[in-house]
């Protein structure tokens, strides 16, 4: 079984944690993730244009890349980790130019090596699935899709197709870090998607709080936090592992415990 | 007219690519807008009562057609070809970028769109979208590189004065791509009532081919024209290229006429030589970036590096993915011009045919300066002087030490 299948078949909903490569201590930061009990990690990949991201990712992008931060430095983060960590998931996401610079199979062979799970580009829709996809696959990594408020019934099956590891559902139309979305809506458009696939979904965008996660928590199978922790990597430098590692703790007891209170 | 089986106008695919270039690269939230525009622009396109709309706000609200000038003086100094110029520089508001606006905003009606956003450089773009949302009494917001809105103050101005608010972007290093990254952001947000009209022939898919078809009204006025004048086409056409909506619209009518060349002229900056310029298809490669594959300036990792030019609108790290096809088919061709060219150029037009060129076309007419003596003297050079330069007389003061 693949480490992103064990991880979203524990007992309990995934917690999903994200920063930026590059941004402080990439490996200092990570380790803090594992140890306040993150289930899956996605690591940034950092872009000069990230399009999709609100001021937190953003600043933390120009921070990585005013660092030096390479292709080549990510994907050693992502080794390092893979050897320190043999089982816990580690996802990339970015955007497609750093990812396709050096050609699909380059990427896809370079992040297998490092052990990377799974690769989510933000800017690859279904229709251009042809410039990663398949060499992604090919190599046993997943490629992880998003789909959003306006993916309609219509659209979902194309966005499924091809899909692995998991389906990132994203909450609200919009950049990441802003407002989070009502939890009804949130909870019938999880169950509109689970009807289509065996995939797991995790909602992110917009979720900041253990109480907002572990809301999230009793309707999907994981939950992203994103912003709030890259947050904390550019408020704390040294000292952000130490928080990292303190609200992940918050967030992993409010996501695993979420479905016993609900039986409670 | 059936088109020939060789033809290159019938880009792009139903994907929307242009060989290996242009396509759909945006995040899912944009995906089913973005095939819903092109829903709508298939429908608008079969829509005779949607051209009757668009020919005829181009006539009395634009001042179209533009009329086709030969430039005697500048043809003697250079001393070969004839120059002859299409004189979009006098539309309203003073450049080809009214053209897109005006069918981007019918087609932003016609979808019950309700709010507008555009992205801006050098302000022209948001100078042409603001002036028709003024028209069509539709709210407009306008993103601007900070940088870009201290240095085209007179622009912004102008924004304001017809009603638009201009959003200073401070993100990333603060010009246009920033604020393109900006409007981006805002669209994903607001896709239910927002409309986004993009300045240039690129983007995402239908963008590139769209925006090129609204600008085509400059080559099909242009051909006919100088049919009409001088009884043949042109043996060489000539235009400047920052996103290439101009060169596009000036070219496309004419890419199955095998007699006729075309030359893009990108914006060489301090020198291609070093990175000091904005030239993405001679000094660049291909990557992914703002919806389309196309050339950019990027480095080695595909991070996008910042263009330089002395004019604001060639600043752009990427280009339309029609140009960046049209140059790997050897179509056309492409040069470049550094900013001095493009300044002794402006002061040349200026001289000998009483006409003030805006920093874009200056690099155009530069390329004629150095093509037309190699030419014979009953040959035609037909350049695309898109633009006027009363915005660029600061500038360009400064860059010859004249204090205003």
Redesign the interface.
Known sequence: MSRLATAFGKAHPALVCFITAGDGDTAANLDALVEGGADVIELGMPFTDPMADGPAIQSANLRSLSAGTTTADVLRYAAEFRARHPHVPLVLMGYANPMVRRGPEWFASAAAQAGVDGVICVDIPPEEDDALGPALRARGIAPIRLATPTTDAARLPQVLEGSQGFLYYVSVAGITGKQQAAIESIAANVARIKQSTSLPVAVGFGVRTPEQAGAIARVADGVVVGSALVELCGAHGAEAPARLRELTAALAHAVHTARQEQLA | MNTPLNSFRTMPDE?GHFGPFG???????????VLELEREYRKAQADPAFEAEFNDLLEHYVGRPSPLYFAPRLTEELGGAQVWFKRDELNHTGAHKINNCIGQILLAIRMGKRRIIAETGAGQHGVATATVCARFGLPCVVYMGAEDVKRQSPNVFRMKLLGAEVVPVT??RATL??AM?EA??DW??N??DTFYIIGTAAGPHPYPEMVRNFQSVIGREARAQMLGRTGRLPDLLVAAIGGGSNALGLFHPFLDDPSVKMLGVEAAGHGLDGDEHAASLLGGSP?????N?TY?L?D?????TEGHSISAGLDYPGIGPEHAWLKESGRVDYTAVTDEEALDAFQLLCRTEGIIPALEPSHAIAAVKKVAPTMPKDAIILANLCGRGDKDIFTVAERLGVAL
């Open positions: 994907r396509g759909r690269y945006v995040a899912e939230t944009l995906m089913p807008l993100s990333g791509k920033d990254n981006l952001r994903v947000a896709v239910h990557g992914v970036l703002h919806g594959r950019l990027q080695e990792d595909g991070q996008i």
